[in-house]
């Protein structure tokens, strides 16, 4: 497939680890290089308190493009103290973080004993509720237990997004059912990517694309440090399993996006 014509590339980067200390060299450069490929907005992901932190300062320098999440990442759920952590999210959300998150559940892994993911998640989804912020959602190997928090956070009215999916077409299905988005990232870009049938499942209204960078570069830089420039790429693999335009694709989910989060990108 040919590259993108990145100047005429339009999207949002919905899920992008900017305070990864990966990006803390050069972090104004990344963002730069982000406006000059189409990006018109960044969600900066906070996975942790102190993520979340610097995703908030890298939003106040950056405003109208980089927005900022808080949340924490079900891989560290075992050092979640609700007591501690909920009041610095909640600050943290005062202080204009758009989204909970990134948290939710990865029984692929289990870093974190799975209890205590349960209680994080179910934490930041109530936190959600009193906040009226969507959540930002890892799930791996945890389709029941997901099932059971989406179905609660539907009945408190908040909605999210599954980042980075690359689950079963049944759980999209019941998160597209309780009003929530799909988001993917450069991983339908690889050779092993088989599914397209899970990249039409998504209506136009409710797909997102994102990065996850640093991690998951997109074909052609795989294994290289993923940056929010290379989103256009993902876009473009999306469109042509679609059968799309890659920039009405691309607007569409910028638009998405915006909606999800209650963005208000600002031309620089
Ligand atoms: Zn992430």
Excluded at 10 to 36: K, M, N, Q, T
Excluded at 111 to 126: D, E, G
Excluded at 154 to 173: K, M
């Amino acid at each position: 497939m040919a590259p993108p014509d990145e100047r005429s590339a339009v999207f949002i980067d919905s899920h992008a680890h900017l305070a990864d200390p990966a990006f803390a060299g050069d972090r104004g450069e990344v963002v730069a290089r982000a406006r000059a490929a189409g990006a018109l907005a960044i969600v900066c992901i906070g996975e942790s308190i102190d993520a979340a932190t610097i995703a908030a300062a890298c939003a106040t320098e950056n405003p109208g493009f980089v927005f900022a999440s808080a949340g924490v990442h079900p891989h560290d759920a075992a050092q979640f103290d609700a007591s501690r952590d909920i009041p610095k999210l909640r600050a943290l959300l005062a202080g204009g973080a758009v989204a909970v998150g990134e948290c939710g559940l990865d029984y692929h892994y289990d870093n974190s004993p799975r209890q205590a993911q349960r209680i994080a998640f179910s934490s930041q989804v109530a936190l959600a509720a009193e906040t009226s912020r969507p959540v930002i959602v890892h799930t791996r190997d945890a389709e029941d237990d997901t099932r059971a928090v989406i179905a609660d956070a539907r009945a408190s009215g908040v909605t999210g997004v599954l980042h980075c999916y690359t689950g079963t077409h049944a759980l999209a299905e019941f998160a597209l059912d309780a009003g929530w988005y799909v988001s993917f990232s450069g991983i339908v870009t690889f050779k092993k990517w088989t599914d397209d049938a899970l990249l039409r499942l998504v209506p136009d209204d409710r797909l997102l694309v994102e990065s996850d960078s640093p991690y998951l570069a997109p074909v052609p830089f795989r294994g290289k440090r993923n940056e929010p420039a290379w989103v256009a790429h993902t876009v473009a693999r999306l469109a042509a399993a679609r059968g799309v335009d890659p920039t009405e694709l691309g607007r569409a989910t910028a638009d998405n996006a915006e909606r999800l989060f209650g963005l208000a990108p600002r031309a620089a």
